[in-house]
């Protein structure tokens, strides 16, 4: 709980950091000025992100098009549509360049595919910033604003073994699966480093076993980040390992493929209240499940401040500033190490729910509902 505390204080800080920053920023943003090297202030923005799947993109496409509209910006917030997303973003992105853009911010649907557009962007003298998710592959990107994502996935190791102890009605050894995110998204593979960081030692030494022996991040893969592509893989793993053999936990990457983890697990007779699924995100759906005493744990990586931190940047660039980063050694694309600004994450379960939604009002009467 000291942890927790920590953390929610860190979170605070930052949340009146950034918005005290975009505020006082944005009075500037309005005035006309356009500083020594920037662009002026009424310029484009485009905003490039994936497809509608998660409600955080969703909150993150509104609160950009708002937020840059009150800072003087003409907005230009695109998603890339279900089918065939990679190919449509990069076609955005692209007349994102021709129609004048002076920044554009990308919540990449596949990191490593944006070379040509990117190359396009800095040969137009418009400055990138990845969003969410780094991409991968090319010079060509300026900035990166995240949460500190290598640390989502520490906690959500953390949390994994804190549920085992807590639920499973047993000491260890507790057996275990293993799941990580799409192969597409750059972040997949640092959140399973970050939980593997806490849990190899404990697989290495007995604590947990993992039946399946699918303990690297290929195996271990959700393409597209899908329910159905998840719950498919959890349902093979209870039939080929846990027909006599119970399942303890699973670590589950983000809330959606959580809630597909415990639907696969439930239809194969587990006791869910005493089986530990992680998750991140803080979907309401999985909120609620916490509540319930189904998920055990999310993270809450609060949307609106990740969007005021962008356009702080944003706002920055116009003014011929250098934007604030406090990363400038972890995030190596391939080609370069991109400068970055993260902010902290929080585990969120049901003893501290209340304490970490306070500022959010639709998440809080959840909370409150199942107290």
């Known amino acids: 709980m000291k942890k927790i505390a920590l953390a929610a204080a860190a979170l605070a800080t930052v949340t009146a950091l950034a918005l005290t920053g975009c505020s006082g920023a ?222 303890d936990g699973v670590l589950s990457p983000n809330d959606t493929l959580a809630r597909a983890i415990i639907t696969s697990v439930k239809q194969a007779g587990t006791d869910v209240t005493k089986f530990t699924v992680t998750g991140q995100d803080s979907e309401a759906e999985s909120v609620k499940s916490i509540m319930d005493g189904e998920q055990y744990s999310t993270i809450n990586k609060d949307t609106t401040l990740l969007v005021a931190q962008t356009i702080d940047m944003i706002i920055s660039l116009q003014k011929g500033e250098e934007p604030e980063v406090n990363d400038t050694e972890q995030y190596d694309n391939g080609v370069k190490v991109v400068p970055a600004f993260l902010l902290p994450p929080v585990i969120v379960t049901r003893e501290n729910a209340a304490e970490a939604y306070a500022n959010n009002p639709k998440l809080l009467e959840i909370v409150k509902a199942a107290q």
């Open 26 to 247: 944005r009075t500037d943003a309005t005035s006309g000025d356009t500083g020594a090297a920037g662009f002026p202030a009424d310029a484009t923005i485009g905003v490039a992100l994936p497809d509608k799947t998660s409600e955080n993109w969703v909150l993150a496409g509104d609160l950009f098009t708002s937020g840059l509209t009150e800072a003087g910006f003409k907005s230009d917030v695109q998603y890339a549509p279900a089918t065939n997303t990679v190919a449509e973003q990069q076609n955005q992105i692209s007349a994102m360049v021709t129609n004048g853009a002076k920044v554009i911010v990308i919540g990449a649907k596949d990191g490593k595919q944006l070379g040509t557009q990117l190359q396009q962007a800095a040969d137009a003298g418009v400055k990138i910033i990845a969003y969410d998710r780094l991409i991968e592959n090319t010079p060509n990107v300026d900035f990166y604003v995240a949460f500190d994502n290598f640390k989502v996935g520490e906690l959500q190791g953390q949390a994994l073994l804190d549920g085992l102890e807590a639920r499973s009605g047993h000491a260890a050894p507790w057996n275990i699966e293993l799941f990580s995110g799409s192969p597409d998204d750059a972040n997949a593979a640092v959140f399973f480093d970050g939980a593997m960081k806490v849990l190899q030692p404990k697989i290495d030494d007995g604590t947990l076993v993992v039946v399946s022996g699918q303990t690297d991040v290929a195996q271990t893969a959700t393409q597209g980040w899908k329910a159905e592509n998840a719950q498919s893989r959890m349902d093979a793993l209870m039939v080929a390992n846990y027909a006599s053999a119970p399942i």
